[in-house]
C-alpha cells in the first residue's frame, strides 16, 4: 500500500516549498509541488511609474535581487524601443555574471552539498589520506593535511558538544549516504572555504551596484554608475582593477575546486544519473548583451523539446517572437480564480483559495508553458543550449566535469547523463566556469571602451501617449526569468514575472501534465520514508527559491509578521 509523506518546508534558505508524495514500493508514485504562499507584486504595480519598477521587483527575493531589477529594467526599454549604452550593457553584464557565479557556489556547497556529504561522517577521516587524494583531483594549494586535520578539529568540537549548529538538520548516517570519511572530509574543508570565495565574487556586485543584495545603480536607459577617470567620486580605474583581482582568485577556486568537487561526487554517486529527469523540454535564453539594441549575445539559449539536441531551436534577440509569442500561465491546479491559460500580457492575479486539492487547486505557484509543454529552466537547460549550439567553454568544460566523474565512477559518462538530477550539479558547476570565462571578457570590454574615450552610461527614457508593452527576459541562475510589462500613458497597467521557480516548481498545467518538480520525483528511490533525504537530492538540484514564485497574503488583513531592531 502506498505512504503519503509531507516534505515542508523543503528549502534551506527561505520556506513557502511544500512537496507531497506517495510511496509505492520504495520509489516515488506520485507527487504534488505546492507554493503555500501568494506572489502579489504584480497588483501592487498597478498604476506605478514604470521607472519604478524595478525597485519594487527586486524585492521580490532576499536571494534573486539582482535578477529581477535587470529583467524589469530590460522589459520596460523593451516597450520604449529604448537603446543601452554599452558601458552600461558591460557594467550590467558584470553584475549579472558575478551574482550567477555567486549563487552557484552558495547553491552547491551551502544548500546541496549536505543532501551527499555527511559532515559527521569526516570526524573519523585520516587527514593525510584526504590530502594524498585531494592531490590526485586537483592542484588547489589549500588541499594540505594541515588544512584538512584544521577543519576536522573544528567538526570534533561541534560533534562534542551534540549541538551542530547549521549542520544540526542533516541525514547524518542515511543509508543514501556513500562517501568515504576522507571525502566527506574534503568536502566539507571546501564547504568552508566556499564561504570566502562566495564572499569575494559578491564584492563584485557590491561595488558595481552600490550595495548588495538589492544593488541600487541601475536605470531604465542604462546604470548610475558615472564614469570619469579623474574623480575618485566615480567608478574608478583602481575599483576597476580591484574587481579583476577578486575576478581572478575566484575562477581559481571555481575551476580547482567546484567542479572537481561536483564531478568527484557525481562520480562516487553515479547511480543518481538514473533518477530525477522529469521534464525534458529545455527551455534558456540568450545572456549578456553585445550591442546597445540586445540583438547580439555573447551566450546563446533557444528550446529543446523531448531532449532531442537535434531539434534545437535558438531564441536569438530580445524582440525574438518564438519566445514572447510562445509563453503562457494556466490557473487550474493554482489558487487563482478561474482556470484561465493565459499570455502574460493578458496575465490575471486574483487569488481564489481553496485548500489543497489532489485534482483540483493545490498551490499559489501558476503553471507556465512553452509551445503548450511545461518545461525545464534552469543550468541545465542553459548548458544543453549553449553545447548544442557549439558555445566551445560550454562544451570544453562539460568534457572535463565528464571526464573526471567517468574516471572515478569507472565508466564513461556522456552527454546523456545529465537529463538527471547529479546532472543539475553538474551543469551548474559548467555554467559557473562558463559564467567566469564571460565576466572576464565583459571586464576587458569595458576597460576597452573608456579607453577609448567613452563614458556614456544612460539614455533617458520618455514615455508616450498609448498603451505600449515589452518584455524583459534573463538567464538568472534557476534560469528564464521574464517580466512582462504593460504601459498606458506613463503608467503600469498590468505586470507579469515569470519566473525560474514558477516554471520548476509550478503545479500541473491546463491539461494536467506534471510540472518539472513533479516529474522528476516519479521513479525516485525512497530508502526510508521518514527520512526522505532522496526526495530532498532532487528538488535542491533545481535550486528552488519559492519567495520569486509565491508570496504572502491575508484576505482579513490579519497582522502576520512583527520586526523589531534594537537601534
Known amino acids: 500500500m502506498a505512504k503519503r509523506i509531507v516534505v515542508d518546508p523543503i528549502t534551506r534558505i527561505e520556506g513557502h516549498l511544500r512537496i507531497e508524495c506517495e510511496i509505492d514500493k520504495g520509489h516515488v508514485s506520485k507527487a504534488w509541488s505546492s507554493g503555500t504562499m501568494w506572489r502579489g507584486i504584480e497588483l501592487i504595480l498597478q498604476g506605478k511609474d514604470p521607472r519604478e519598477a524595478w525597485l519594487y521587483t527586486q524585492r521580490i527575493c532576499g536571494v534573486c535581487t539582482t535578477v529581477h531589477a535587470i529583467a524589469s529594467v530590460r522589459a520596460v526599454e523593451n516597450a520604449l524601443g529604448l537603446e543601452v ?114 564572499r569575494k565574487i559578491n564584492k563584485v556586485v557590491a561595488i558595481l551596484g552600490s550595495k548588495t543584495p538589492h544593488i541600487q545603480n541601475l536605470a ?42 561536483v564531478a568527484a561526487i557525481g562520480g562516487f554517486y553515479a547511480d543518481w ?22 540583438e547580439s549575445f555573447a551566450l546563446p539559449g533557444g528550446y529543446i523539446p523531448n531532449k532531442d539536441l537535434g531539434a534545437f531551436q535558438a531564441i536569438s534577440t530580445f524582440n525574438d517572437s518564438y519566445f514572447s509569442d510562445n509563453v503562457k500561465e494556466s490557473h487550474k491546479h493554482a489558487y487563482y480564480k478561474g482556470d484561465a491559460n493565459l499570455h502574460p500580457w493578458q496575465g490575471e492575479t486574483d487569488p481564489d483559495f481553496t485548500g489543497f486539492q ?68 553538474a551543469a551548474r558547476a559548467v555554467r559557473a566556469g562558463v559564467l567566469h570565462d564571460t565576466v572576464v571578457a565583459e571586464w576587458d570590454a569595458l576597460i576597452a571602451n573608456i579607453d577609448r574615450g567613452d563614458y556614456a552610461t544612460f539614455n533617458e527614457p520618455v514615455f508616450p501617449k498609448g498603451e505600449i508593452q515589452g518584455v524583459g527576459f534573463h538567464e538568472a541562475p534557476r534560469g528564464v526569468l521574464s517580466h512582462w510589462v504593460v504601459i498606458e500613458d506613463g ?53 528552488p527559491c519559492l519567495a520569486c514564485a509565491i508570496h504572502l497574503f491575508d484576505p482579513k488583513r490579519n497582522e502576520l509578521v512583527k520586526v523589531r531592531t534594537n537601534v
Open 85 to 198: 549604452p554599452m558601458n552600461a550593457q558591460h557594467i550590467r553584464n558584470i553584475i549579472i555574471a558575478a551574482h550567477g557565479i555567486f549563487d552557484h557556489i552558495v547553491h552547491f556547497y551551502h544548500l546541496s552539498a549536505l543532501d551527499w556529504v555527511d559532515i559527521v561522517s569526516a570526524t573519523k577521516a585520516d587527514a593525510k589520506a584526504t590530502a594524498a587524494l585531494a592531490a590526485k583531483l586537483s592542484p588547489w594549494p589549500n588541499n594540505s593535511a594541515q588544512e584538512f586535520k584544521n577543519v576536522q578539529d573544528r567538526l570534533k568540537k561541534f560533534v562534542a558538544t551534540g549541538q551542530l549548529g547549521v549542520f544540526a538538520s542533516g541525514y547524518w548516517g542515511h543509508p543514501a549516504m556513500k562517501l568515504t570519511p576522507e571525502v566527506n572530509l574534503l568536502a566539507t574543508a571546501h564547504y568552508f572555504q566556499a564561504l570566502d570565495y562566495q
Open 358 to 425: 489532489d485534482d483540483g487547486k493545490y498551490s499559489w505557484v501558476k503553471a507556465p508553458t512553452f509551445q503548450g509543454k511545461p518545461a525545464q529552466v534552469g543550468p541545465l537547460a542553459n548548458v544543453l543550449a549553449m553545447y548544442v549550439a557549439g558555445h566551445k567553454p560550454t562544451i570544453d568544460y562539460t568534457s572535463k566535469v565528464l571526464e573526471l566523474a567517468g574516471s572515478i565512477a569507472g565508466s564513461k559518462l556522456g552527454l546523456d547523463v545529465l537529463h538527471s538530477t547529479i546532472g543539475r550539479h
Open 273 to 294: 544519473t538514473g533518477y530525477g529527469a522529469g521534464v525534458t523540454n529545455y527551455l534558456s535564453v540568450p545572456e549578456f548583451p553585445q550591442d546597445t539594441k540586445g
Open 491 to 543: 503608467k503600469i497597467k498590468n505586470y507579469q514575472c515569470v519566473v525560474p521557480s514558477t516554471w520548476n516548481a509550478g503545479p500541473r498545467n491546463d491539461k494536467d501534465e506534471l510540472g518539472p518538480y513533479e516529474a522528476s520525483l516519479l521513479g525516485n528511490p525512497v530508502a526510508d520514508p521518514e527520512n526522505p533525504l532522496e526526495v530532498l537530492r532532487t528538488i535542491h538540484s533545481f535550486d
Open 220 to 261: 531604465v536607459g542604462g546604470v548610475a554608475n558615472p564614469i570619469n577617470p579623474d574623480s575618485q567620486s566615480t567608478l574608478t580605474v583602481e575599483r576597476l582593477y580591484y574587481i579583476k583581482t577578486l575576478i581572478d582568485e575566484v575562477g581559481d577556486f571555481i575551476k580547482n575546486v567546484y567542479q572537481i568537487d
